[in-house]
């Protein structure tokens, strides 16, 4: 069958490469043009310590001697498409680029993008998120206020009750994550009264849960 798809022009790509029955082993007798790379290689690879990136580079020699394109699948991260690109994939897929839409509007968009895809996802892949309701003291330049922490990890936090105004992106603040001690951040979006932090250093989660941080922010009011 893979024969005669091949002898009518059909190209053929062996999905989820890596999981499941998508094994090594097809690559001996079947005429793959491509090789997708399962998202669960692609999730948290650009992470530091994580594995991953190292699997993706190794699949992509794999198909490269193989004369394969490669696909990375599940890239929802800006961040992601640069480790992707430097480790040599030729395609990506993922929400990156936004959500699966119709027809016209994808025509449209790539109209107004002059015939490019433009990447809306996060610039930065997220660590994994807690949620919380608290409050915390955020000084920016000389003035203080308190803000509500709606969920924190060890990279950033997502925060309401404050509104930065325009060009706010990059913009230097700090926060009181533990009382008494302010921690250097910076805007990453802000709209609607809420706003993305990243912390300028990783935060030890651990404390969140720390007998001698239990008042680890002020209290929600």
Not at 65 to 73: F, V
Not at 83 to 99: E, T, W
Not at 122 to 133: D, E, G, H, I, P
Not at 173 to 185: D, H, R, S, T
Request: glycine share 10%.
């Amino acid at each position: 069958m893979f024969k005669a798809l091949k002898g009518i022009g059909v190209r053929l790509a062996l999905d989820d490469f890596g999981t499941g029955y998508s094994s090594l082993g097809y690559l001996k007798n079947a005429p793959f043009d491509k090789i997708k790379i399962d998202q669960s290689f692609v999730r948290g690879a650009v992470m530091a310590g994580n594995r991953n990136a190292a699997i993706i580079k190794a699949i992509v020699t794999l198909a490269t001697t193989m004369h394969m394109e490669t696909t990375a699948e599940g890239v929802e991260t800006q961040d992601e498409i640069e480790l992707i690109r430097a480790l040599g994939c030729s395609h990506i897929q993922g929400f990156v680029y936004g959500r699966p839409a119709r027809a016209d509007e994808v025509y449209r968009i790539l109209t107004e993008g002059g015939g490019m895809a433009t990447a809306i996802g996060f610039k930065v892949s997220r660590s994994q998120r807690t949620a919380m309701m608290r409050s915390a003291l955020l000084r920016v330049g000389e003035v203080e206020g308190e803000v509500r922490i709606r969920n924190i990890s060890s990279s950033g936090a997502l925060i309401d009750g404050i509104d930065f105004g325009r060009n706010a992106e990059d913009l230097s603040v700090l926060i009181e994550l533990v009382e008494g001690q302010m921690f250097p951040a910076r805007v990453m979006w802000n709209r609607e009264g809420k706003a993305g932090i990243a912390f300028a250093e990783s935060f030890n989660m651990e404390r969140l849960n720390s007998p001698a941080d239990e008042r680890l922010v002020r209290r929600a009011g």
